[in-house]
């Protein structure tokens, strides 16, 4: 079946680490997303990706870093730029999102401690 | 940038009842779309609009684009206890978003047994 999945579910990492998370799609899709996801905060736009080799910063792109090698990967890095890391982290994906949205993975939650 | 006010912010009703919720934006959209996530999970699509005045069902759901096309509303009719989750608009227009979904900050609904 076709979807789009992103590994680990559960990240913890130490403070000043780098850490990537990683985000699969099979669905042929050509644009890609991440966002952020803190509570009562609703979906922040951090990157997003239209075609392999092109990328564009989202709304809070600070602290962050990606890659659009292949078509189906976008792995996300989460720097030790990033103040304030921890929070829940959604891929999504889409073929023509005028007539379908955007296909979500289950999400990453990373914890810094 | 853009923004869609989503309200209200958290529900709390018994199961049985009947609920309703709605997106504002101060801009025209060509697409209204309804997410649902479940705790811990990515939001999945519940319901895609692309007319002003089109009504849509999807089971217990009923959406509406308004006429406007400044505004959409979700009802969920004798909500049961799997309905509990974060409730997503979110909308697309030729104007300035390039393709990408801006999202309202959510409805968090709770349901009583």
């Known amino acids: 079946d076709g979807g789009i999945t992103q590994s680990p579910k559960y990240l913890f990492r130490k403070e000043g680490q780098n850490v990537t998370l990683s985000c699969e799609q099979n669905?042929?899709?050509?644009?890609m997303y991440w966002y952020r996801q803190d509570p009562g905060q609703g979906l922040r736009l951090i990157y997003y990706?239209?075609?392999?080799?092109?990328?564009q910063k989202g709304d809070i792109a600070e602290g962050y870093s990606v890659s659009r090698e292949k078509k189906e990967s976008f792995p996300l890095t989460v720097t030790s730029a990033q103040k304030n890391p921890t929070a829940f982290y959604l891929c999504a994906s889409s073929i023509d999102s005028w007539r379908y949205g955007y296909t979500f993975g289950s999400g990453t939650r990373l914890t810094v401690v | 940038g853009q923004q869609l006010n989503q309200s209200p912010q958290s529900m709390f009703i018994q199961e049985g009842e009947d609920v309703s919720m709605n997106c504002t934006s101060s801009s025209i959209f060509n697409t209204w779309l309804w997410y649902k996530q479940d705790p811990g999970e990515g939001p999945v699509l519940l319901i895609a609009l692309y007319k002003a005045g089109e009504l849509t069902s999807n089971g217990r759901l009923t959406a509406q684009f308004g006429i406007t096309r400044k505004d959409s509303f979700l009802n969920i009719s004798a909500s049961i206890p799997s309905d509990v989750g974060i409730y997503f608009c979110a909308g697309l227009n030729y104007g300035g978003s390039q393709g990408n979904l801006i999202f309202g900050k959510g409805t968090k609904l709770s349901v009583k047994p």
């Open positions: 990706s239209q075609i392999v080799n092109d990328f």
């Open positions: 669905l042929n899709h050509d644009a």
